[in-house]
């Protein structure tokens, strides 16, 4: 490694108005500046084909704040061993994208499948990236191709659309637009990351936002069929494609109305993360913020020595967060209206792929009798019977008896792929400017082969965002 004997630094213009700094270890001028407000970091993959084939982090995590002057670190891990890029996207149309990744201080980008990297980190990456005036949005997008490419010679402006429209549209197009950078039939991936600096638009809509595509192990040894018998059954959580894609994609669809978020994938959507997230985090929310919570993964149930089923989410490190404890959490908080949405099933398969529920042996059907109780009710029933007097809807992607999938034609969940469309205007039925909770549920029913579960603590109408 050419050891850097000169100060030297690079400006990189960000998206909308914000700027980076590259700045070698051993040293590099730094200007002084205000403290930034508190901002929003989402990630959305672009490119899963695989599952898990290329995440992309920062080192705060979702919602953190990042003063002027503060190092942000990247981190990447990659399914498949390739050649890493990291691309800058100004805003200014008249500016074009810069690779900040390789640059003079690490022409070396190759990098091993399944291997975390941590940019900059250690002796291996002798830079610093500093996030400095002005304020506003960036995005970053990371792409490992298996052969090595020149991208740091392509004009990227000459490949995309004219990025004229919101945030959302421009990063739909830049999207579109990652699948001309392949040769043909060569393996890539591609991961996409917002975040801002500076003053963001006031809400009051907090939302935390976790999605799994694997687990830390693929197996599952629980009470799954207790029902009065002391005995278990081991049973299997396949990988999946899109999870941590859709927790990000929710997020970002959400991010003008739901200013304040938090995004847990992978290994940071821990037990003790998730817990913390709610019954710390959302805690700071006022008493009138709209709160919501987004979960895809698996779900699961086991039995309570009643022998009655009890819904789960998983946790990254296979701790279940049972219905009646997100109960618990939840009436710990100031807020009083709460969404909850799951992109996930409960009651078990015997089909491997593509589920969002555990998997278990044929053999074993009998030991798994049909749910008549689902996450939503028992959500619900559970709040209510604690006295909590706010309003709570729960969604879900399915009956407790039937299961949700995940579609390679969407990229996405089934149900979170309906989301999504609602949300970028479509669920809008009263054409009133605004979706709530109850449209955005009734625009999935119709316009899908799903049956969505929709279940209210009160009759009230919860808005979710304007339609702009």
Not at 80 to 105: E, R, T
Not at 220 to 229: A, D, T, V
Not at 251 to 258: I, N, Q
Not at 297 to 309: K, R, T
């Amino acid at each position: 490694m050419k050891r850097i004997q000169e100060r030297k630094s690079i400006r990189l213009v960000g998206l909308v108005m914000l700027a980076m700094l590259i700045l070698p270890l051993l040293g590099g001028a730094e200007e002084s500046a205000p403290t930034a407000t508190p901002q929003a970091i989402l990630i959305e993959a672009l490119q899963a084909s695989e599952p898990g084939m290329l995440e992309l982090s920062i080192d705060k995590g979702c919602g953190a704040v990042y003063e002027h002057d503060e190092e942000i670190h990247i981190t990447v891990r990659s399914q498949n061993s390739g050649y890493l890029w990291l691309v800058n996207f100004p805003a200014d149309n008249d500016k074009k994208p810069h690779v900040i990744f390789p640059n003079q201080y690490q022409q070396d980008n190759y990098i091993q499948g399944g291997v975390q990297y941590t940019i900059p980190g250690d002796e291996l990456f002798p830079f610093r990236y500093i996030v400095v005036p002005p304020d506003g949005k960036d995005i970053l997008l990371a792409v490992v191709t298996e052969t090595y490419r020149e991208l740091t010679k392509i004009d990227f402006t000459d490949i995309l659309t004219e990025l004229e429209g919101t945030p959302t549209q421009e990063a739909q197009a830049l999207a579109s637009a990652v699948a001309v950078l392949p040769r043909e039939n060569e393996a890539f991936a591609a991961a996409m990351c917002f975040f801002y600096t500076g003053q963001v638009p006031p809400s009051d809509g907090w939302a935390l936002f976790i999605g799994h595509s694997a687990y830390h192990r693929n197996w599952l040894e629980s009470k799954l069929s207790l029902r009065g018998r002391n005995d278990t059954r081991t049973v299997s959580l396949p990988d999946q494609a899109y999870g941590v894609a859709d927790a990000f994609a929710m997020a970002e669809v959400l991010s003008d109305s739901f200013t304040h978020q938090r995004v847990l994938t992978g290994a940071q959507a821990t037990y003790e993360a998730i817990q913390r997230a709610i019954t710390g985090w959302l805690a700071q929310a006022p008493a009138d913020a709209t709160l919501l919570i987004y979960y895809a993964g698996h779900g699961v149930h086991d039995y309570d020595e009643a022998g009655v089923a009890q819904t789960a989410l998983v946790s990254y490190d296979l701790e279940l967060i049972h219905a009646q404890l997100l109960a618990e959490w939840l009436t710990q908080l100031s807020a009083q209206r709460v969404v909850f949405i799951a992109d996930a099933s409960f009651g078990g398969t015997t089909t491997y792929q593509h589920k969002r529920t555990f998997w278990m042996r044929g053999e074993w059907v009998t030991d798994f009798p049909p749910l008549t109780w689902g996450m939503c009710e028992q959500l619900v029933d559970y709040a209510g019977a604690f006295g909590w007097p706010g309003q709570l809807v729960a969604m879900s992607a399915a009956p407790p008896d039937e299961v949700a999938e995940e579609s390679a034609a969407f990229n996405h969940g089934v149900y979170t792929y309906h989301l999504l469309q609602g949300l970028r205007g479509d669920a809008d039925l009263y054409e009133d400017s605004v979706i709530t909770a109850e449209e955005l549920h009734f625009y999935v029913q119709y316009m899908s082969d799903l049956d969505p579960q929709f279940v209210q603590l009160t009759g009230l109408p919860v808005e979710l965002m304007e339609v702009k």
